[in-house]
T-cell receptor
């Protein structure tokens, strides 16, 4: 069974540009989470999508946005890039619902975004 | 209320030794506590997880100890091996209905196992 996949692996942008990161969840998973892993700041929750809707967002400005497509894949967009947006962006997926199965999130390998 | 504090930041242990990583949380609404292992250049991988209704869970060489009254939990890696050298993250989440299982992570512990 294929795991969570993310593309691209690396992305280099300059300040003020826009970045688009993509995630495909594990087959059958309907929820997608985005996390930012910046140097020295650990893993921070960004966004949660479920059944095509944004359900929750972390403490990030509105220039971080995204969407979830009918096939449950997801896209993270970061507008007006700033130097401090340089980080590893991780996508995770899980099954919707309650209990151990729904609690377990599986992570992709991440997209390394570098803002120059 | 949402923080999870993890210690130590780094740890060096000899092969065959025990690695112990501790985490503390504030929010009593948390009801799921996983540990993730991350190797350089890779995403975090679930190692083991526990709910507050048990005080200990063991899977192979990895054991979680959970103290609900102290709001603390820890990871013990027994018989540590060089292949265990990685960064370990504790995390916590609330129920799906409350917050959709979003994970709040500790700051991470870099473990180095010396041969």
């Amino acid at each position: 069974e294929a795991g969570v996949t993310q593309s691209p692996t690396h992305l280099i942008k300059t300040r003020g540009q826009q970045a688009t990161l993509r995630c495909s969840p594990i087959s059958g998973h309907t929820s997608v989470y985005w996390y930012q892993q910046a140097l020295g700041l650990g893993l921070q929750f960004l966004l949660w999508y479920d059944e095509g809707e944004e359900r929750n967002r972390g403490n990030f400005p509105p220039r971080f946005s995204g969407r979830q497509f009918p096939n449950y894949s997801s896209e993270l967009n970061v507008n007006a890039l700033e130097l401090e947006d340089s980080a590893l962006y991780l996508c995770a997926s899980n099954l919707e619902g309650t209990g151990w199965i729904a609690d377990t999130q599986y992570f992709g390998p991440g997209t390394r975004l570098t803002v120059l | 209320q949402q923080q999870v504090k993890q210690s130590p930041q780094s740890l060096i242990v000899q092969k065959g030794g025990i690695s112990i990583i501790n985490c503390a949380y504030e929010n009593t609404a948390f009801d799921y506590f996983p540990w993730y292992q991350q190797f350089p250049g890779k995403g975090p991988a679930l190692l083991i997880a526990i709910r507050p209704d048990v005080s200990e869970k063991k899977e192979g060489r990895f054991t979680i100890s959970f103290n609900k009254s102290a709001k603390q939990f820890s990871l013990h890696i027994m018989d540590s091996q060089p292949g265990d050298s990685a960064t370990y993250f504790c995390a916590a989440s609330m129920s799906y209905e409350a917050a959709g299982n979003k994970l709040t992570f500790g700051g991470g512990t870099r473990v180095l196992v010396k041969p």
